[in-house]
């Protein structure tokens, strides 16, 4: 439902319908899931949050170890939300995002 059908047709061309919902993450999720850490952001225009939140359901009904922060600034591909990685552009430079890189850095240390 809220799956960038751009990316789907773009990497499974002319197998987009038969495959689309088999290669969506949140299908794929199993007790064999690694520990999973997702960030997100509300203001991403091209990824909607709720792909997110989606496969956070499934790693949860597996008992997938997992953390997740939805950011409320920032669109899609932050990086690091820094001037150094923003590839030029000023709308990938988002303050409340920098943190995620320490945030993952906390939760590696206790859960890998």
């Given at each position: 439902?809220?799956?960038?059908?751009g990316?789907?047709?773009?990497?499974?061309?002319?197998?987009?319908?038969?495959?689309?919902?088999?290669?969506?993450?949140?299908?794929?999720?199993?007790?064999?899931?690694?520990?999973?850490?997702?960030?997100?952001?509300?203001?991403?225009?091209?990824?909607?949050?709720?792909?997110?939140?989606?496969?956070?359901?499934?790693?949860?009904?597996?008992?997938?170890?997992?953390?997740?922060h939805?950011?409320?600034?920032?669109?899609?591909?932050?990086?690091?939300?820094?001037?150094?990685?923003?590839?030029?552009?000023?709308?990938?430079?988002?303050?409340?995002?920098?943190?995620?890189?320490?945030?993952?850095?906390?939760?590696?240390?206790?859960?890998?």
């Amino acid at each position: 439902k809220f799956a960038h059908e751009g990316s789907f047709q773009s990497l499974l061309a002319d197998a987009y319908v038969e495959q689309k919902d088999a290669l969506s993450l949140e299908h794929l999720v199993s007790a064999l899931t690694p520990p999973t850490f997702l960030w997100h952001t509300l203001e991403d225009g091209l990824v909607a949050a709720e792909n997110s939140l989606l496969f956070a359901e499934q790693l949860r009904k597996y008992d997938v170890p997992y953390e997740m922060h939805i950011f409320p600034r920032g669109g899609h591909g932050l990086s690091l939300g820094t001037k150094e990685t923003a590839n030029g552009g000023i709308h990938n430079i988002e303050p409340s995002v920098v943190r995620w890189p320490e945030l993952f850095a906390d939760w590696v240390k206790w859960n890998i």
